[in-house]
């Protein structure tokens, strides 16, 4: 029933629209949006789910028919029988609705996963020489290795995050309807910022994204720490994409073009006012560098991380940030190219503030939400060094190290989660004191999702680094790496005092063990298993990611 | 799949097993004890395949690891690398037995980790592949840290953290230069990196990078202040091991990949190291004097005698690097046996003051025995592995170079005081109060890990032909390397001699 809604109206939308529009470059979405919507009417039917799930699944039965008439046998029959199942459940356990929906996000999540590696095989790398692009609506959407890597990372977080913060959300009391629709439209709205190829989809997709993280980061309405981030992040959210909306509309004005590829062409002409655009560029930095948390636009981050529900933390900082880059890697890459000589130098610069100034805060910090809040400022400006460089290679680092980085993150705040549950409350170094010995297992998984984000070989964050720095160094910027590697150092030192806090120190016999739920320990055990995976035979990713750099320009 | 890899997966295959495994203290104990007897006897294995007439890198193995990055999983010893893996394989299986009783706590963990330790060294010396060989280089701090950090003394977290943030910068700061050379080739193969000729400008920048990764591993002096609180924290194991190979991988870098990748920056940097490394043991040997924590002394010893060998690596001459590397085999033997020594001493008194010990000879005679004997190899007495190794680095100095040759040996005469002094104070004299005379002598299976350790002392001071044998084509032909890369840019020689003389 999930996909029904949406693909119900498929030919319906095909005869209404001036021109055929390339369902293809948007398949993945079109799951998760349609179970979002379908989740949220539940949600709104509130005791009498069966009003919305009988016709969703009368349309399901209609939808599947028609495919499987149009010979597309077995995603048809798949849509029948999802579109029977939802409702049936329903009927069947009424009071097991959360894990329904749950299970029902998960599966769309999945089938986005499936669509983003179909859509691979015969859109984007049909024969074996490398990744093409395709270009949809009208040049709006862009279908390409930026929009390929943003949508695994998106759906492949969203997916570890679902099991992790079950269980956490539940004792939290706090795991209401709306959670799974929002973050449905959540991944959506990232991945449709990572296809956004003009100005209008971009701003609109970073909207979306941005408006369901407010609801959700405000989740825990008793908390007044996640009420203050919700809030926060709403009135410095607003700020930043009135200053992105003001920078688009200059260089707009300056190019008198709105999709990304018109405006890296007419960017360079004489005619162009150059201070206009160099104006709307600065803007667009800041607005953006705002949703990415580069310093000095970061001072959200940590607030907000720490006051949001975890698993909505970890959400955030793996996947905004790749969604976030994806939009940064277009709009220098593809727009600007033309005022390299301006903006090479300001990213630099902010990388290396980012770097040092994330590095240096984190180990004064003592709650272990602040201390990845800082990390991930770090990360971003790791990342911001692949963009810098400028370069095919540069594009490639970032989005592999977008995607380690994700992978290591929601490790980490797994493991939290599974600590949060044990104090109800906030997490600090103390808590974590002898964790080696009383759950060596989770304590083994956290050191290595540490271990990935401060780049150590054999994990995933080793080969990140690796290709960011590879970049760096490439495009001539060694003095950026060497404070990349000073940084590395800093950071390695407090995540080794997380790490040091657990193996080497005695538990408290007071306090009670983590809880570990099934979820939880399969959502770990996924993510670490890909950070040791990636870390020692990363082979078949990075095949596919030397080629992502065929953009649309 | 050929003997090196073999080799080299032997100990990860056995911390897996001890990963799975659920059995009690003594099954771990004995798979352990199993892979690293394997590991040896896989390395003897690849002894006799060993060409000893062939200078050149062999026994080659390649395996395709990350083709999308040009990194490749290939494997080759030379005559150094070789005599490297046998001195791990060899001090490994010793040095669990040694801690056969001593490590209670988590053990399954502390054998996982000396097992994973050992095939990152064993990596670090066989690959030939830069991105392979920084990839085991940096993992090797993992399971070190570990054991440091987890089965240390009272400072261990201290230490445990100085210890991998040291070796993490100079590691990242080497990562920097290989990704330029990387740049420049497009691989990581080590044999492209070798044909790359670099402008002096490069040479010099890229040396330095890949010195202080290397000079923080020896260490050499000023960049050895880890070593003293990691040797003196770490467990009797970890201090053996740490001594024995983990600051071989140091001087072993530097011949293997500094040197020869940057002749030019070799010669011309030669006389400042020269100088550098007489300062480190001179200085090594006279703070050692001043310490009353037998350990602490034995770790100053230890930067004293790394300078000895980083000394004949620089001199640049095949008998002074030869010897070199001899010394490195030395050093691992010698101070692992008095490493295991004090670690007997503390499990029987926990202390390790000297001030705390005295007239122990009479009660302890076995011990008292050994450790003179130890000592003596270890001053390069004449007949003892230590001779034949210093005597060599020091002639070959004082051709080059006769201050460094005068003031390095001031540091063998330190070295025989800061040896015997202590063990006079604690093995002879009365034997005066009673925690003294209830000293135990050394058990079975303690005199049978120090037994296999005095053999090699006395064989290779007896007849150290067969290990020169093996180590002196390789040495020769990084040398030649170096002449060739130097001799190809010009003038840099000239100008290098003259600063030596």
């Known amino acids: 029933m999930s996909t029904s809604l949406l693909s119900a109206v498929t030919p319906l939308l095909a005869q209404m629209a001036p021109v055929s529009v390339e369902w293809s470059a948007v398949a993945p979405e079109l799951l998760p949006t349609a179970m979002a919507l379908v989740l949220l009417l539940v949600a709104i039917a509130r005791g009498r789910e069966l009003i919305v799930a009988v016709p969703a699944a009368l349309i399901a039965a209609a939808v599947g028919i028609w495919l499987i008439s149009m010979a597309v046998v077995v995603p048809g029959a798949v849509v029948i029988a999802v579109g029977f199942a939802l409702p049936a459940s329903a009927v069947a356990f009424p009071r097991r609705q959360s894990l329904i929906r749950a299970f029902s996000a998960a599966a769309a999540l999945v089938g986005a996963l499936v669509l983003t590696g179909w859509q691979y095989a015969t859109v984007l790398a049909p024969t074996a020489g490398g990744m093409t692009s395709q270009e949809a609506l009208q040049g709006a959407l862009a279908n390409d290795g930026i929009a390929f890597f943003t949508r695994v990372t998106v759906y492949l977080s969203a997916l570890l995050i679902l099991p992790i913060g079950y269980g956490y959300l539940q004792e939290r009391r706090i795991n209401r309807a709306e959670v799974e629709p929002l973050l449905l439209l959540t991944v959506v709205g990232m991945a449709a910022l990572g296809t956004a190829n003009d100005l209008i989809t971009m701003f609109v997709a970073l909207e979306v994204l941005s408006i369901a993280l407010y609801v959700l980061s405000g989740l825990a309405r008793r908390d007044r720490r996640s009420q203050e981030a919700s809030l926060k992040y709403f009135v410095l959210g607003a700020v930043s994409s009135a200053i992105l909306l003001y920078g688009m509309a200059l260089v707009y004005v300056a190019t008198g073009s709105l999709d990304l590829a018109g405006i890296g062409s007419s960017i360079g002409l004489v005619t162009t006012p150059r201070v206009v655009a160099a104006l709307g560029l600065a803007l667009v930095t800041v607005g953006i560098g705002f949703k990415i948390s580069l310093a000095p636009f970061h001072f959200w981050t940590p607030d907000v991380y720490q006051g949001a529900p975890t698993n909505i933390t970890a959400f955030m900082a793996a996947a905004t940030k790749a969604a976030g880059f994806a939009a940064v890697l277009r709009l220098y890459m593809v727009a600007f190219p033309a005022l390299e000589s301006l903006w090479v130098p300001i990213l630099a610069g902010l990388a290396a503030i980012t770097m040092l100034y994330g590095a240096i805060v984190a180990l004064v910090q003592g709650d272990l939400k602040r201390i990845l809040a800082y990390s991930a400022i770090t990360h971003a400006g790791y990342a911001i060094i692949g963009v810098t460089a400028n370069s095919d290679a540069g594009l490639t680092s970032t989005l592999w190290y977008l995607l380690t980085y994700a992978i290591g993150t929601i490790g980490a705040f797994g493991c939290v989660i599974a600590l949060e549950r044990r104090r109800r409350g906030e997490v600090t170094l103390k808590e974590l004191r002898g964790l080696g010995r009383t759950s060596p297992l989770l304590a083994g998984i956290l050191a290595l999702s540490l271990l990935s984000l401060a780049g150590i070989p054999a994990t995933a964050g080793f080969i990140g680094k690796l290709l960011v720095f590879q970049a760096g160094i490439a495009a001539g910027l060694t003095w950026l790496v060497i404070i990349g590697v000073l940084s590395s150092v800093i950071a390695a030192f407090f995540y080794l005092r997380i790490a040091a806090t657990m193996f080497l120190e005695e538990p408290d016999p007071e306090r009670g063990l983590p809880v570990v739920s099934t979820g939880l320990s399969l959502g770990v055990s996924v993510a670490a298993t890909l950070i040791i995976y990636l870390g020692v035979y990363p082979q078949p990713f990075l095949q596919i990611v030397e080629t992502a750099a065929a953009l649309v320009r | ?501």
């Open chain 2, 1 to 501: 799949m050929g003997i090196i890899t073999i080799t080299l997966a032997i100990p990860v295959l056995g911390a897996l097993l001890l990963g799975l495994h659920d059995g009690d203290d003594r099954t771990s104990k004995i798979i352990a004890l199993v892979a690293s007897l394997a590991t040896f006897v896989a390395s003897i294995v690849l002894l006799v395949q060993f060409q000893v007439s062939d200078a050149n890198l062999q026994l080659a193995e390649r395996l395709t690891w990350i083709p999308a990055i040009g990194a490749e999983f290939s494997l080759a010893v030379d005559g150094v690398s070789l005599v490297l893996i046998l001195l791990t394989t060899f001090l490994t299986p010793l040095i669990l037995v040694a801690s056969w009783h001593s490590i209670t706590d988590r053990l399954r963990g502390y054998l996982a980790a000396f097992l994973l330790l050992e095939t990152a060294v064993i990596g670090v010396f066989a690959a030939t592949d830069l991105l392979l060989f920084y990839f085991f280089f940096e993992f090797s701090l993992v399971p070190m840290y570990l054991i440091i950090g987890i089965w240390g003394g009272a400072g261990r977290k201290y230490a445990a953290v100085k210890f991998f943030l040291y070796t993490l910068l100079g590691g990242l700061l080497m990562l920097i230069a290989i990704l330029y050379l990387y740049g420049q080739t497009g691989t990581f193969a080590y044999s492209d990196v070798l044909a790359l000729s670099l402008s002096a400008t490069e040479q010099r920048w890229l040396f330095l990078a890949f010195l202080v990764a290397f000079a923080v591993k020896v260490p050499v002096f000023p960049l050895h202040t880890w070593l003293p609180d990691a040797h003196t924290e770490a467990p009797t194991g970890g201090s053996v091991f740490l001594a024995g190979v983990l600051l071989k991988m140091g001087t072993f870098g530097l011949l293997r990949y500094a040197l020869p990748f940057f002749p030019d920056a070799t010669t011309e940097f030669a006389p400042w190291l020269l100088g550098i490394s007489v300062v480190g043991i001179l200085y090594g040997a006279i703070v050692a004097l001043m310490q009353g924590d037998i350990k602490r002394l034995i770790a100053y010893s230890s930067v004293s005698h790394m300078g000895f060998v980083v000394l004949g690596t620089f001199a640049l001459t095949t008998t002074a690097t030869s010897a070199s590397v001899v010394q490195m085999v030395n050093h691992g033997l010698s101070t692992g046996a008095l490493f295991l020594l004090i670690g007997f001493l503390y499990e029987r008194r926990h202390t390790r003051q000297i001030a705390a010990f005295g007239g122990l000879a009479k009660q302890v005679p076995v011990m008292a025995g050994l450790w003179l004997t130890v000592s003596l190899s270890s001053l390069a007495l004449p007949g003892l592995n230590g001779f034949v190794g210093e005597f060599p680095i020091l002639l070959g100095t004082f051709q080059i170079n006769r201050t460094a040759g005068v003031l390095a040996t001031f540091g063998a005469v330190l070295a025989a005081l800061y040896l015997l002094w202590p063990y006079q104070r604690m093995f002879h004299g009365p034997l005066d109060t009673a925690d003294n005379a209830n000293t135990s002598d050394l058990k079975p299976r303690e005199i049978g890990v120090l037994v296999p350790l005095v053999v090699l002392i006395v064989a290779i001071g007896l007849y150290p032909k067969p290990l020169y044998d093996i180590v002196e084509p390789s040495v020769d032909r990084v040398l030649t390397e170096v002449a060739e890369g130097v001799d190809a840019a010009g003038d840099v020689l000239g100008t290098a001699e003259e600063d030596g003389s």
